[in-house]
């Protein structure tokens, strides 16, 4: 069954680096998302992603976050400046077609590790 | 706006008991409701989903219905087994005017014993 895969498994970074996170989405999804998870607390959502554009982002998703779509199979989060705040498990997730209620598949996370 | 609450953990039961864990949400117009699994050192699966009202979602012997009455979708096992320890998450989807962007709750952790 096609999976999602991100990249690093776990990623440990000085404070005030940059880092990009990794996704290759399900290859005919259409639809891509990142979501955290800091230690404890619950799954939030950062941005989605469609057509090659932004659809719809968070509170979270401030202007330290970007997201791309360099080629036709991976999908980045780059954090410009990480902060210790930053320190969580990040999810990429897709979906394909059809209406917002398909379900979408997630990858097994980065832990990111802000030092 | 929306939300998801699901009760506290960790939950810890015996091989053969019997499953329930409580979410309620809160949501204007008609969400879709998702229960995701994550596996120790796995990322997150969907276990099942309902998108409408009364529907009933079923895998592996999990079973949820969506209950706007009571706005509930409770997750129930008749017999829980050992490898069905993980953290169950419930989750809602807005479906209209959306990208289908997930509301989760805390997670709910699960521990069965032999």
């Known amino acids: 069954e096609p999976e999602v895969t991100q990249t690093p498994s776990h990623q440990v970074t000085q404070m005030g680096q940059e880092v990009i996170l990794r996704c290759v989405p399900i290859?005919?999804?259409?639809?891509f998302y990142w979501y955290r998870q800091i230690l404890g607390q619950k799954v939030e959502f950062l941005v989605s992603f469609y057509n090659n554009e932004i659809s719809e982002k968070s509170e979270i998703f401030d202007d330290q976050f970007s997201v791309e779509r360099p080629d036709g199979s991976n999908f980045t989060l780059k954090i410009r400046s990480t902060k210790l705040e930053d320190s969580a498990m990040y999810f990429c997730?897709?979906?394909?077609?059809?209406?917002?209620?398909?379900?979408?598949?997630f990858g097994d996370g980065t832990r990111l590790s802000i030092l | 706006g929306n939300s998801v609450t699901q009760m506290e953990g960790p939950v810890t039961l015996s091989e053969e008991a019997f499953l329930t864990i409580n979410c309620t949400y809160t949501?204007?117009?008609?969400?879709?409701l998702f229960w995701y699994v994550q596996y120790p050192g796995e990322g997150l699966q969907l276990l099942l989903k309902a998108t409408k009202a009364d529907d009933k979602g079923s895998n592996k012997g999990f079973e949820a219905t969506y209950r706007k009455e009571t706005t509930s979708f409770h997750l129930e096992k008749g017999s829980v087994q050992v490898s069905d320890s993980a953290v169950y998450f419930c989750?809602?989807?807005?479906?209209?005017?959306?990208?289908?962007?997930?509301?989760f709750g805390k997670g709910t952790k699960l521990s069965v014993k032999p």
């Open positions: 949501a204007t117009g008609y969400p879709s």
């Open positions: 997730a897709s979906r394909g077609q059809g209406n917002s209620n398909q379900p979408q598949h």
């Open positions: 989750a809602l989807s807005d479906g209209r005017g959306s990208q289908g962007n997930l509301i």
């Open positions: 290859s005919n999804h259409l639809y």
